[in-house]
């Protein structure tokens, strides 16, 4: 009677303003998710997309296209590389009229005797990471001889045209600053984890750039596959090395300059989704922790700049607050922690609406932009509240500032390649073996092959402390849900503690070798 008594007086009150709190928060994020899928379905019904203005560039006279350096920063990435390099090296651009920057010194060597025109560029203090890398390529004295940068990160494969769709845009509209163009997966069916990572980043896409980049010329420049109007950088105060978003970071100055943005929804890029669950959890760390390190750092320029009173709340209550804050913190607060104590705080309990219906409705808004991901609406549900976890500490990070806020870990990947760059390594393979047969007998090669010890790793699972917590803790919830027959609030629970039990025990995507 005592502890009731504590309970009803004490603990159940705080749960309850919490709990209210939260759900009053995941309301006014999913009206403006709702706000943002109307946004979309009303481009697609009247066929909004950005026009280029003015005649197309000469293609008989190379001095009418514009100068365009092309930059590939990279750091570890040698299993990606290549076919970075290779696309970029085919752009389709006058020759004379476009540089490319990388940091490999042998590729950069076989493609400039293929005529390429292409340069080494290499820092030997390596500070700032990829902000580090593009402040150093942006001193060089040739830059200034360019009007655009195109960057494309390491496993990045632009089509031959990205240019030629691209570029364009700026011409006749000297306020552009960005063009963003989308990205594609060349591995997104790879396994579970790619096929609900694909499921986020459409909607990013399709639904919130787009949106944004239609309605209001501004959106987070996404750090790779855009082209920068280099007079736009130097405007906005150049690359910083001061958070981990060094693409937010100048979008966000640049915004506050006045220059505008475009994103081109129907020009995709190639690029790798991480395959295994440390190397996505790192990436979703960086991508969280970051943006609060921003919004610390500059919200008095916000405040102080010169743009309309609706850009800046637009900047601070959507862009930052409610994206970027809110959205994590109530993810986890109500739904990993409210919810399994409402099994032990009854007074609390939480209705069936919150905790069914609109996640499920919310769920099918984010699938509709993916169509063929309907299969896995529910474990993208469950997978959305089990990554909350590693956002809300990366949340929490980033804006008191903690040590793992300043953590930078490439992303690891494993060099997918699209079917084009599939058929182009069998010709190579072929090439060189009929090579070896002409130079070596087969005796010989056989020997050498024996002779030639091939490392095997072991491939491991590895074990995530928060995440078997949050599972030993729904789970009971569970067990105390079903005795009490609390009927859809113990299949919640009872599946979100599975899926935090699967996670913590690293069994799902590719394990780390």
């Not at 309850?16 to 946004?39: A, E, K, M, P």
């Not at 069916?189 to 919130?208: A, G, K, M, P, S």
């Not at 599972?471 to 009490?484: E, M, Q, V, W």
């Given at each position: 009677?005592?502890w009731?008594?504590?309970?009803?007086?004490?603990i159940a009150?705080?749960?309850i303003?919490?709990?209210?709190?939260?759900v009053?928060?995941?309301?006014?994020?999913?009206?403006?998710?709702?706000?943002?899928?109307i946004?979309c379905?009303?481009?697609k019904?009247?066929?909004?997309?950005?026009?280029?203005?003015?005649?197309a560039?000469?293609?008989?006279?190379?001095?009418?296209?514009?100068?365009?350096?092309v930059?590939?920063?990279?750091?570890?990435?040698?299993e990606?590389?290549?076919?970075?390099?290779?696309?970029?090296?085919?752009?389709?651009?006058?020759?004379?009229?476009?540089?490319?920057?990388?940091?490999?010194?042998?590729?950069?060597?076989?493609?400039?005797q293929?005529?390429?025109?292409?340069?080494y560029r290499?820092?030997?203090?390596?500070?700032?990471?990829?902000?580090?890398?593009?402040?150093?390529a942006?001193?060089?004295?040739?830059v200034?001889?360019?009007?655009?940068?195109?960057?494309?990160?390491?496993?990045?494969?632009?089509?031959?045209?990205?240019?030629?769709?691209?570029?364009?845009?700026?011409?006749?509209?000297?306020?552009?600053?960005?063009?963003?163009?989308?990205?594609?997966?060349?591995?997104k069916d790879?396994?579970?984890?790619?096929?609900?990572?694909?499921i986020?980043l459409?909607?990013?896409?399709?639904?919130?750039?787009?949106v944004?980049?239609?309605?209001?010329?501004?959106?987070?420049?996404?750090g790779?596959?855009?082209?920068?109007?280099?007079k736009?950088?130097?405007?906005s105060g150049?690359?910083?090395?001061?958070?981990?978003?060094e693409?937010?970071?100048?979008?966000?100055r640049?915004?506050?300059?006045?220059?505008?943005?475009v994103?081109?929804?129907d020009?995709?890029?190639?690029c790798?989704?991480?395959e295994?669950?440390?190397a996505?959890?790192?990436?979703?760390h960086?991508?969280?922790?970051?943006p609060?390190?921003?919004?610390?750092?500059?919200?008095?320029a916000?405040?102080?700049?010169?743009?309309?009173?609706?850009?800046?709340a637009?900047?601070?209550?959507?862009?930052?607050?409610?994206?970027?804050?809110?959205?994590?913190?109530y993810?986890?607060?109500?739904?990993?922690?409210?919810?399994?104590?409402?099994?032990?705080?009854?007074?609390?309990?939480?209705p069936?609406w919150?905790?069914?219906?609109?996640?499920?409705?919310?769920?099918?808004?984010?699938?509709?932009?993916?169509?063929?991901s309907?299969?896995?609406?529910?474990?993208y549900l469950l997978f959305?509240n089990?990554?909350s976890?590693t956002?809300?500490?990366a949340?929490v990070?980033?804006?008191?500032?903690?040590?793992?806020a300043?953590?930078?870990?490439?992303?690891?990947?494993?060099?997918?390649?699209?079917?084009?760059?599939?058929?182009?390594?069998?010709?190579?393979?072929?090439k060189?073996?009929?090579?070896?047969?002409?130079?070596?007998?087969g005796?010989?090669?056989l020997?050498?092959?024996?002779?030639?010890?091939?490392?095997?790793t072991?491939?491991?699972?590895?074990l995530?402390?928060?995440e078997?917590?949050?599972?030993f803790l729904?789970?009971?919830?569970?067990?105390r849900?079903l005795?009490?027959?609390?009927?859809?609030?113990?299949?919640?629970?009872?599946?979100?503690g599975l899926?935090?039990?699967?996670m913590?025990l690293d069994?799902?995507?590719?394990q780390?070798?």
């Amino acid at each position: 009677m005592a502890w009731l008594s504590f309970r009803v007086d004490y603990i159940a009150p705080l749960v309850i303003t919490l709990s209210n709190f939260c759900v009053v928060l995941f309301l006014i994020q999913s009206l403006d998710r709702f706000i943002l899928c109307i946004g979309c379905f009303w481009i697609k019904y009247k066929n909004l997309k950005p026009k280029i203005d003015g005649a197309a560039y000469d293609v008989e006279d190379s001095a009418s296209f514009p100068m365009v350096l092309v930059q590939i920063p990279m750091c570890n990435e040698r299993e990606v590389y290549e076919t970075s390099i290779a696309a970029a090296c085919q752009l389709d651009w006058p020759k004379d009229r476009i540089l490319i920057q990388l940091l490999i010194q042998d590729e950069v060597s076989d493609w400039r005797q293929k005529g390429v025109n292409i340069v080494y560029r290499h820092r030997l203090i390596r500070t700032g990471y990829k902000a580090g890398n593009l402040k150093s390529a942006m001193s060089c004295d040739y830059v200034k001889d360019y009007e655009f940068v195109a960057i494309f990160d390491a496993d990045f494969q632009p089509n031959s045209d990205f240019l030629k769709q691209t570029i364009p845009h700026f011409k006749g509209n000297p306020e552009l600053g960005l063009v963003q163009a989308r990205w594609s997966f060349v591995n997104k069916d790879e396994n579970l984890l790619t096929r609900l990572q694909n499921i986020n980043l459409c909607f990013h896409f399709e639904v919130e750039q787009q949106v944004n980049g239609v309605f209001l010329n501004f959106f987070g420049f996404n750090g790779t596959a855009g082209v920068w109007r280099i007079k736009a950088l130097e405007d906005s105060g150049g690359w910083l090395e001061r958070t981990t978003v060094e693409d937010m970071d100048i979008a966000v100055r640049a915004h506050l300059n006045g220059w505008k943005f475009v994103f081109l929804n129907d020009v995709k890029v190639l690029c790798e989704l991480p395959e295994s669950y440390e190397a996505y959890k790192k990436q979703q760390h960086r991508w969280h922790s970051g943006p609060m390190q921003l919004f610390r750092l500059c919200l008095p320029a916000i405040l102080t700049s010169k743009i309309s009173i609706l850009k800046k709340a637009n900047l601070i209550f959507l862009f930052f607050l409610l994206r970027k804050l809110i959205l994590p913190f109530y993810s986890f607060t109500l739904f990993c922690i409210i919810l399994p104590l409402t099994m032990f705080i009854p007074e609390s309990e939480l209705p069936i609406w919150v905790i069914c219906y609109v996640p499920i409705f919310m769920s099918l808004l984010n699938i509709l932009p993916s169509p063929k991901s309907f299969p896995f609406l529910v474990p993208y549900l469950l997978f959305e509240n089990t990554m909350s976890v590693t956002k809300f500490n990366a949340m929490v990070s980033g804006l008191f500032q903690l040590g793992s806020a300043y953590e930078w870990v490439v992303t690891k990947k494993t060099g997918r390649s699209s079917e084009s760059d599939l058929l182009a390594l069998a010709e190579r393979e072929e090439k060189m073996q009929l090579h070896r047969r002409n130079s070596e007998s087969g005796l010989e090669l056989l020997s050498k092959l024996k002779e030639e010890k091939i490392p095997v790793t072991r491939k491991r699972n590895r074990l995530y402390r928060k995440e078997l917590a949050l599972a030993f803790l729904l789970l009971t919830a569970a067990a105390r849900s079903l005795l009490s027959a609390h009927g859809v609030h113990f299949y919640f629970l009872l599946f979100q503690g599975l899926s935090f039990l699967v996670m913590g025990l690293d069994l799902i995507g590719e394990q780390v070798s």
